[in-house]
Structures are given as C-alpha cells and as structure tokens.
C-alpha cells in the first residue's frame, strides 16, 4: 500500500488466545486473581475456624461468657474472611464482601432482638391472656388482689382508657402536624427555620418532659381532679406532634415537583394545588406516618404516669378523675409484691404489644394500599389517553 510515496507496512496483531488457554509459546501467567473455590466454602470456612479458635481459647481460660464468645468470634470471623477474600481476590472484593457481612450482621442482630424479646412476651404474657379468654380482655382489675388468681384480673378498662387517650393525642397532632409539615415543605423564610429546628427539638425531648409540662400547666392547678384521660391524651399529643410532623416532611417532600408545577400553569392557587394536588397525592404516606406515631405513644408510660392516675375501675369520660391504660397497668402490676401480679402484668404486656404490632401491620398495609392505587390510576389514565389517541385517528 502506497501512501505519499512511502510504504506503509500494516501490521494486524494476532488475536489473544481463548480465555483459560496459555499464550502460545509460554506457560500460563500466575499474575493473575487465583480462581475461588466459592463464596459459600469461604463464608463458611472463616466462620468455623473463628468459632473454633474462640471456643477453644475461652475454654482454655475457662471463661463461660456466651455474648463475649459470640462478639470475639465475630470479630475473629470477620478478620479471617477478610484475609482469605483478600488473598483470593484482591482488596475491592474483601471491602464488598466485608461491608455485606456487617450489614447482614447488624440486620440479623437487630431481628434476632426483636425475636427475642417479641417471644419473651408472647411466652410469658400468652397463657395469662387465654387462661380464661376473652374475661381478660373485658374485665376491669376491681375483683384482683393481692393473693387473687390470674383469671380474675383483666385489662378491659386500661384498653378502654388507652384508646381514649390515644384517639385524643391523635386528634390534636395529627392535623396539626400535616398543617406544619406542609408550611415547612412550601416554605422557606426565617419562621420556617425556626419552626424546622424547633420540631428537630421536640423529636429528641425525652417522653417524660411532656408529661412534666401538662402535669405544671393542668393538673396541679386542678390537684387530683386533673388526672384524667384529657390530660393524659395532651401530653402524648406533645409526644406524637414531632413525630409525624418530621414523617409527613420526608412524604410531602417526594411529591413530584412536575404535578405542581403543571398545577400551577394551569392558573392553579396555591391553596388549591396543596390542597388538591400534593395531599392526596402523599394520602397513603400521611396515613402511614400518623399510623406510626400512633404506635409510637401508645406504649410511653411517663407521660401518663403524670397526667392519668390510673383506675382500676371502667372510666369511659376523659374528662373524669383518674382513668388507667395499658402502660400505667403494667407499672402499677409490677411494683407489686405478689408472683400472680406479675404474671398479669405480662398479660397486659402481651395486649399493649399485640396493639402496636398490629398498628405497624396496618400502616403497612395502608401504604402499600396507597401505592397500589396510584398505579392502578395511572395505569387507567393511560389506557383512556390510548383510547382517545386512537379514536382521533382518521381510517385509511
């Protein structure tokens, strides 16, 4: 080939060898990775030579501390994986696979405590609860004492005066906390800042601040006439306001800006676009967040320590002197001498965590309500948008 009178002579390099295959003419390069002999029989063979060598140190030493023999082997576990990882495969393989072991680690540590104390309860609060069922959950405490078997207690009033005084917190947070988070998504002045650090603030408050704060402005002003079941719901509501105002914030934030924005240049107030356009839109993610807060006060028991007073009669009035609920039960049941009134008190225990389980469920359950229902509109939004297009489409 003749290029401005000199010859240029094109050389094609020779295709590089099939994979696994040795160059031709040389031996197989040992540069590279070492092939594993797979992540399972390595997993697996670091956890059993940690265990082993922990097991056979505290054994030596004759140590019995079953939580330090777990956290040594773990710690040794994660050393020995990462060097065989490293040797095997080189360092950004033993970070990634040393990052997924902390992390399933922590979450299976965080469940296995969940577990363990969800079981305990239902262990120990079951049996009292089904003893004479459903007597426990509709009897008051009037006809237990102190040498009373377990089948004459129940927690039909404390449910009654729990739900009261939820329904109240709720009642009185919730509007107002969806009414701040949406000034706060939609705003941006001083006052905005300042309501944001002060809801920040709040979050971190321990519980029992609330119920100082009602007890000084409500109840030693009226003295025992104050403790009732109004007191009780206004001091969980101090709880419950930051909680799901903070939850409503990060649902409100995600609404897509296009929604408003196409609002808005249609002629839209922006009233009407808060108020027809983004709240319906996060529905489902409002629901869930009050569902939470809901389940959040419903065990706190300093707050109602202050502002309740307990009762171990049926009070159906807040407004009356002294109603109990589900954690004021128990912490009146566990100060008390008797094994029965124990017993009892991990019947009540049971209730209080079946109530909350089953409040996360639905706030579960609402959301997921929630994001079905927006798909399915979308979907049928589509398909009349199709519809229309090919109505519109003249015939050949």
């Known amino acids: 080939m003749t290029a401005t009178g000199l010859d240029v002579a094109v050389r094609i390099p020779p295709p590089p060898p099939p994979s696994g295959l040795p160059p031709p003419g040389g031996k197989p390069s040992s540069s590279g990775p070492r092939r594993s002999r797979g992540p399972v029989v390595e997993l697996v063979g670091s956890a059993l030579a940690a265990g082993a060598s922990v097991w056979l140190v505290f054994t030596i030493a004759g140590l ?67 003893a004479r069922f459903p007597h426990f959950l509709l009897a008051d405490m009037s006809n237990f004492g102190g040498s009373s078997p377990v089948t004459n207690a129940g927690v039909g009033a404390a449910i009654v005066g729990s739900l009261e005084q939820v329904g109240l917190a709720t009642l009185i947070s919730v509007p107002l906390a969806v009414l701040t988070a949406t000034y706060l998504v939609n705003s941006n002045s001083t006052l905005s800042r300042v309501v944001r650090n002060v809801v920040d603030a709040m979050t971190g408050t321990p519980s029992i601040i609330a119920g100082i704060f009602i007890y000084i402005i409500l109840v030693k002003p009226r003295g025992t006439n104050g403790l009732d079941g109004l007191a009780a719901g206004l001091a969980l509501s101090v709880l419950m306001l930051p909680l799901v105002t903070r939850a409503a914030v990060e649902v409100i934030i995600i609404v897509p800006e296009a929604l408003r924005e196409a609002a808005l240049a249609l002629g839209a107030p922006q009233w009407r676009v808060i108020l027809q356009i983004v709240l319906p839109t996060a529905r489902a993610g409002l629901i869930t967040a009050a569902i939470l807060g809901v389940a959040r006060t419903a065990g706190e028991t300093a707050e109602v320590l202050f502002t309740a007073g307990g009762n ?43 109530l909350v389980l089953a409040l996360f469920v639905a706030a579960r359950a609402a959301g997921a309500a929630g994001t079905g229902r927006v798909s399915r509109q979308l979907r049928q939004r589509k398909a009349r948008k199709r519809s229309m297009t090919m109505t519109k489409e003249p015939s050949p």
């Open 64 to 130: 019995s501390a079953p939580f330090g023999l777990f956290v040594s082997s773990f710690l040794l576990f994660l050393v020995i994986y990462g060097v065989v990882c490293h040797s095997l495969h080189g360092t950004l393989v033993m970070k990634d696979r040393l990052a997924t072991v902390a992390v399933w680690g922590g979450s299976l540590t965080a469940l296995l405590a969940l577990v363990a104390v969800i079981g305990f309860v239902v262990f120990k609060g079951a049996p009292v609860v089904f």
């Open 312 to 354: 171990v009669h049926y009070n159906f009035s807040p407004l009356a002197p002294y109603q109990s609920d589900l954690p004021l039960q128990i912490y009146s049941l566990i100060n008390q001498p008797s094994v029965n009134a124990i017993r009892v008190a991990w019947g009540v225990a049971f209730v209080l965590v079946a």
